[in-house]
Nanobody, 116 residues
Framework: EVQLVESGGGMVQPGGSLRLSCATS????????MNWVRQAPGKRPEWLSA????????LYADSVKGRFTISRDTAKNTVYLEMNNLKPEDTAVYYC?????????WGQGTQVTVSS
């Protein structure tokens, strides 16, 4: 059974930093690309970042480019999202995502709130 468990969210002041983690199990971690997606209240989900299976390529949405960094640790089967210079508009529930063959899997999400 594929499982994704996000952690690391919380409340932070503008300009602050957080590191999100997504622990995975139930599939061969090194075979699949991973994504981070967020959803703010009343808004559509927004894709943020992706990292390929070999961790040689990363992609970012313009809204987070230069502030967020995606990475993965194959020893821990975990993907990370380092978030710096956080802004109030970054407030959302953050999800990690993987497509394993024809199925799309999501974690339960972790809340990030940026507020003074």
């Amino acid at each position: 059974e594929v499982q994704l468990v996000e952690s690391g969210g919380g409340m932070v002041q503008p300009g602050g930093s957080l590191r999100l983690s997504c622990a995975t199990s139930g599939f061969t971690f090194t075979d699949f690309d991973m994504n981070w997606v967020r959803q703010a209240p009343g808004k559509r989900p927004e894709w943020l970042s992706a990292i390929n299976s070999g961790a040689t390529e990363t992609l970012y949405a313009d809204s987070v480019k230069g502030r967020f960094t995606i990475s993965r640790d194959t020893a821990k089967n975990t993907v990370y999202l380092e978030m710096n210079n956080l802004k109030p508009e970054d407030t959302a529930v953050y999800y990690c995502n993987v497509g394993v063959y024809e199925y799309d899997y999501w974690g339960q999400g972790t809340q990030v709130t940026v507020s003074s």
